[in-house]
């Protein structure tokens, strides 16, 4: 079954463009495989319009940056109602985003703590609505889903006033 995410535009309440992902999902027992392809797809141009407190981590450090937008890939991406979107304050004051089932971690950018010798923090996490008007997904996040999914993508479309792109 394919599965369509949608990302409207909007001016005031009323929608003004709509972006549509139409792909087929991948398998809930594949979610181990999509953390990687997702990993091997992070690349510094997704955070060019992200505001980070550590921008000078991004050249030591390949996943710093990327947790809410790759979790949020990972939750559309998937075949499953079981993933919940969580956060959590780090170390360092800043939030950490990955997903849970149950008692079940799924966090794509893990290695950014390990590997400064650092833990996620999952212990203070909490159960958290993905940021924005109505949650809807962000656009580096569509843009990460495209890379991973290759062939399985059917259609991108973007809708403004009428007009299909």
Known sequence: MLKKIERHKYNDN?????RTL?????????????MS?????LTPDLLSRKR??????????????????SSQALYYLMDTDRLVSMKGEDYRGETHWWLQDEDKIYDVTADQYYSVDQTPPYQSGKKSKWYGWKQ??????????????????????????????
């Open 14 to 18: 009323k929608i003004t463009g709509t």
């Open 136 to 165: 809807r997904p962000q656009q580096i996040t569509l843009e990460l889903m495209k890379r991973v999914l290759t062939d399985r993508l059917i259609s991108d479309t973007i809708v403004t006033g009428g007009e299909t792109r």
């Open 52 to 69: 980070l407190m550590y921008r000078q981590d991004i050249l030591t450090n390949k996943y710093y940056g990327h947790c809410y937008h």
């Open 37 to 41: 392809l997702l990993q091997l797809k």
């Open 22 to 34: 139409v792909f087929e999902p991948y398998s809930y027992s594949d979610i181990n495989l999509v």
